[in-house]
């Protein structure tokens, strides 16, 4: 086991975002930690201060993560993650619009078809109290007619006494 090693970059191509790891001769039983960052600004400033919640109401597993100012590929990334959380929020507020939309005319449906119901009820209790007055027009006449008789036979009685 080494007790203590320096590894520092051999090849200059790498860039800066690379730095030299070096640690220090610890006892094996003894826990480590080891802390790094992979850009040049001091540890005492939290990366999330560089780029703060660009879409709040996106879930943090979904926020766009920080970019790493060396690398352009890296700087890319991070804008077309930025176009495709936008793009996502905006969808999701259509959604949202769209489902609101949807209830707006659900609550329209269920009311036309009431008013449907209602006036299908209507009909038919209309047809049904033309055909009850029709019934009672007809016995009415009924009755008339017969009282009509009932009179006309009177009339005869007492004429004949």
């Known amino acids: 086991m080494v007790r203590g090693a320096t590894l520092e970059h051999a090849d200059k191509r790498v860039g800066s975002s690379a730095h030299m790891i070096t640690t220090a001769r610890v006892p094996a039983d003894k826990p480590v930690r080891i802390a790094f960052s992979l850009n040049d600004s001091p540890d005492d400033t939290p990366p999330e201060n560089t780029f703060p919640l660009a879409f709040p109401e996106l879930e943090q597993q979904l926020q766009p993560l920080p970019p790493c100012h060396d690398s352009t590929e890296s700087m890319e ?45 209507l009909a038919k209790e209309y047809a049904e109290l033309t055909e009850e007055n029709r019934t009672l027009k007809l016995a009415q006449m009924q009755c008339a007619e017969q009282l009509e008789k009932l009179r006309i036979q009177y009339q005869k009685r007492q004429g004949s006494s």
């Open 77 to 121: 990334v991070f804008k077309q993650h930025c176009q495709i959380a936008e793009e996502y929020h905006e969808v999701k507020k259509e959604i949202a619009l769209l489902e609101e939309r949807k209830k707006e005319l659900i609550a329209r449906l269920e009311q036309a078809e009431k008013e449907s119901m209602d006036a299908a009820q």
